[in-house]
C-alpha cells in the first residue's frame, strides 16, 4: 500500500489502517476466548483479521497543525508508514512492550500543558499548550531515526530546532548542558505506577544534551508527526528530536528544560551504564555489549521477505555533527 | 477419574498437531502479509521463541502430571511436544538467520560466539536437536540407558532457553518473572533427579 509513497507526499488518512484496529486488537482477542493461549498470542497483531469484529475505542484525537516544508531536511529515503510510526514505540511509561504505548496513552491529558524553561538561564518562562505550535514557526523535517535497538524509521516530524527555544531563554554563559525531564503522572501512566509495568525505571524520565548538540540547527523540539499534532505514544504534545543519536535520547512529553553547568543524569544511563552512555550516538563501531550496532533494519512496509537489512551509518548519516566531537574518543563517551 | 487409553492419546495428538501447525500457519500468514504489527520480523522472532519456550514447558509438565495422576498413557503425548518445541526453536533461530541477518552467515558466528545470551539460546538449542534426533524408539532402544542420560540434558536445555530469553530483554517485567518461577517450580519437581546427576558428574 505504501510502495508509491515517495518523500515530501504526506499520506492521507486514507492510506493508513485506522488506528482503532490496531489499538484494539489484543483486547479482542482476548474477548475472543484466547486468554488462556495469551503467551503464544503475545506477539500476535493482525489487524485485519481483528477488525471483522472491532468494535472502535475511544482514541487520542490528532489535530492537523499549520506547518511549512524545510527543504534543506527532506530526505529521499521511504517513509515509514504512519500506522507504523504510531504504533511501534518504545515509552516505557506505558508499558514495555513496542505496542503497549499504542494502547495506553490514549487517554493521556495534553491539553492544558506546561514546558518550563528553568535554571542556569537569564528569562525562565513557562510554553503553555498554544505556545507550542505558535510561538515559533512549525517546519516539516523528514528525518532518519535509529533506535538502539538495531531498528530504524523515516520519520515527517513537524517542530521547531531547540536553539530558537534557547535563544530566547538567554542561557548564562555557566549553562553548559540541557536537561530535559518527562511528565511525571502515574495517574495516567501506568508505568509509573507499577515498576513491572515500567521496567524498573525510577520515572521521570530525565534526559541531556552538551549546549553545542543543544544548539545544533539538526535538535528539533518535535510537535507533531504526518502533518498532524503528536499522538501521545510517540510523546505529544512536544518531545525531543536528535536525529543521530541513539532513539532514547529523544525524550517525549517533555515538562522541564533545565540549563545546567554539570552533567545531567539521563535514565538509560543510570539504569545500565554499561549499555547506555550520555552521548549515544549512533556509532556503528561501537557494539552494544549484547549485539551488533554495524547494521539496523529499515522499518517500512512489506512482510517478512523484505530486505530491509542496511548498514548504519556513523551519526546516523548526519556527518555535519561530526565536528561537534573532534578529539573526543566516541569509543569511551558512547 | 477418567482413564486415559489409547484411544485419548490419539486425539490429544491431534490436538497438539492441530494447535501448533495452525498457530504457526496463522503468524507465519500475518508476518508475510506485513499484518503482524510494525516488524513483522521482531515479531515472528518473539512468536516462535516464545511458543517453543511455553511448549517445553507443557513438554515438562507431562510427566509431573502422568505420575501425580497415574495416567501412565499420557506419557506417550511427550514425545510429540518435545519435537514441536525444537521445531519452534528451529523456525526460532531461522527467522533470526533468514529475516533479521538476511542470510549474513557471517554476522550469525560472530553473534553465537561474541554474544552470550545468543551462544546460551544456541546451545539450548544444539541440545533439542539432539534430543530430536534421538526421539525414534528404535535408536532410544539401541542407546539403552545412555538414552535417558542424554534426555536429562533436556533440563539443561530449559535453563539455557530461559537464561536466553531474560538475557535478551532491556529490564525486567512481570511475564519474564513468572516464565523464570515456572521453570523454577518445574526442575524443582526433578530435584532428586538433579542431584543425582550432579554427583554422577562430580
Redesign the interface.
Known amino acids: 500500500m505504501f510502495k508509491e509513497q515517495s518523500i515530501g507526499k504526506v499520506l492521507t488518512e486514507n492510506d493508513v489502517t485506522d488506528e482503532n484496529i490496531f489499538l484494539n486488537r489484543r483486547k479482542m482477542l482476548k474477548r475472543m476466548g484466547f486468554v488462556g493461549?495469551g503467551?503464544?498470542l503475545?506477539?500476535?497483531?493482525?489487524?485485519?483479521?481483528i477488525s471483522l469484529f472491532g468494535k472502535k475505542k475511544e482514541s487520542f484525537v490528532t489535530a492537523p497543525v499549520a506547518h511549512t516544508k524545510n527543504t534543506e531536511y527532506q530526505i529521499t529515503e521511504t517513509l515509514?508508514p504512519e500506522?507504523?510510526?504510531t504504533?511501534?514505540n518504545n515509552f516505557?511509561e506505558f508499558g514495555?512492550s513496542?505496542?503497549d504505548p499504542a494502547e495506553n496513552a490514549q487517554s493521556l491529558t495534553v491539553n492544558p500543558w506546561e514546558v518550563k524553561i528553568t535554571g542556569a538561564v537569564e528569562k525562565s518562562f513557562t510554553l503553555s499548550y498554544d505556545d507550542l505550535y505558535n510561538m515559533f514557526d512549525i517546519e516539516e523535517r523528514i528525518y532518519r531515526f535509529r533506535c538502539v535497538?538495531a531498528?530504524s524509521m523515516v520519520i515527517p516530524w513537524l517542530g521547531f530546532p531547540l536553539y530558537k527555544l534557547i535563544k530566547k531563554a538567554k542561557p548564562l554563559s555557566k549553562a553548559k548542558y540541557v536537561a530535559f525531564k518527562t511528565l511525571y503522572r502515574p495517574s495516567e501512566m501506568p508505568g509509573q505506577k507499577s515498576r513491572?509495568?515500567g521496567?524498573?525505571?525510577d520515572y521521570p524520565y530525565v534526559e541531556g544534551l552538551r549546549m553545542d548538540e543543544a544548539m545544533h540547527p539538526l535538535t528539533l523540539m518535535s510537535v507533531g508527526v504526518y502533518g498532524k499534532t503528536l499522538p501521545p505514544q510517540n510523546g505529544a504534545p512536544i518531545r525531543l528530536v536528535v536525529p543521530w543519536k541513539y532513539g532514547f535520547k529523544s525524550i517525549k512529553s517533555v515538562v522541564e528544560i533545565n540549563f545546567t553547568e554539570k552533567e545531567p543524569p539521563t535514565t538509560w544511563n543510570i539504569?545500565a551504564p554499561q549499555e547506555y552512555g550520555f552521548y549515544a550516538n549512533v556509532n556503528p563501531a561501537v557494539s552494544h555489549p549484547?549485539?551488533?550496532q554495524a547494521?539496523e533494519?529499515r522499518?517500512t512496509?512489506?512482510?517478512?521477505?523484505t530486505?530491509?537489512?542496511i548498514d548504519t551509518l556513523p551519526f546516523n548519516g548526519y556527518s555535519e555533527v561530526a565536528s561537534l566531537y573532534d578529539g573526543m574518543n566516541l569509543r569511551k563517551y558512547y | 477419574m477418567v482413564r486415559i487409553t489409547p484411544k485419548h492419546v490419539l486425539l490429544i495428538k491431534c490436538v497438539i498437531h492441530l494447535v501448533a501447525l495452525s498457530?504457526l500457519i496463522v503468524?507465519?500468514y500475518?508476518?508475510?502479509?506485513?499484518?503482524?504489527?510494525?516488524?513483522?520480523?521482531?515479531?515472528?522472532i518473539?512468536?516462535t521463541g516464545?511458543?517453543s519456550i511455553?511448549l517445553l514447558l507443557i513438554t515438562l509438565c507431562v510427566s509431573p502430571v502422568a505420575k501425580k495422576y497415574r495416567q501412565a498413557n499420557l506419557m506417550k503425548t511427550r514425545r510429540l511436544l518435545g519435537l514441536y518445541t525444537a521445531f519452534y526453536a528451529l523456525c526460532h533461530i531461522s527467522?533470526y538467520l533468514?529475516?533479521?541477518?538476511?542470510f549474513?552467515w557471517g554476522?550469525l558466528l560472530?553473534?553465537i560466539i561474541k554474544?552470550?545470551?545468543i551462544t546460551v539460546g544456541f546451545l539450548s538449542f544444539v541440545i533439542l536437536v539432539a534430543l530430536s534426533i534421538t526421539s525414534p524408539s528404535a535408536i532410544q532402544r539401541a542407546m539403552k540407558r545412555t538414552w535417558q542420560k542424554l534426555h536429562n540434558y533436556v533440563y539443561l536445555s530449559l535453563v539455557l532457553g530461559i537464561t536466553h530469553y531474560l538475557?535478551?530483554l532491556?529490564?525486567?517485567?512481570?511475564?519474564p518473572?513468572i516464565y523464570l518461577l515456572m521453570s523454577c517450580f518445574l526442575l524443582y519437581l526433578r530435584k532428586d533427579k538433579i542431584t543425582l546427576f550432579k554427583r554422577r558428574v562430580t
Request: net charge positive; glycine share 6%; aromatic share 16%.
Open positions: 493461549a503467551s503464544l503475545a506477539t500476535s497483531q493482525n489487524a485485519n483479521a515509514t500506522s507504523k510510526v504504533t511501534y516505557y514495555t513496542k505496542s535497538e531498528w513491572f509495568v521496567g524498573g525505571i539504569l549484547r549485539w551488533s547494521s533494519r522499518i512496509s512489506g512482510g517478512l521477505l530486505r530491509n537489512r | 498457530y503468524h507465519y500475518w508476518a508475510f502479509t506485513d499484518n503482524l504489527g510494525a516488524d513483522p520480523v521482531k515479531a515472528i518473539h512468536f516464545m511458543g511455553n527467522n533468514f529475516f533479521d541477518l538476511q549474513d554476522n560472530q553473534d554474544r552470550p545470551y538475557w535478551s532491556k529490564t525486567l517485567t512481570t511475564e518473572l
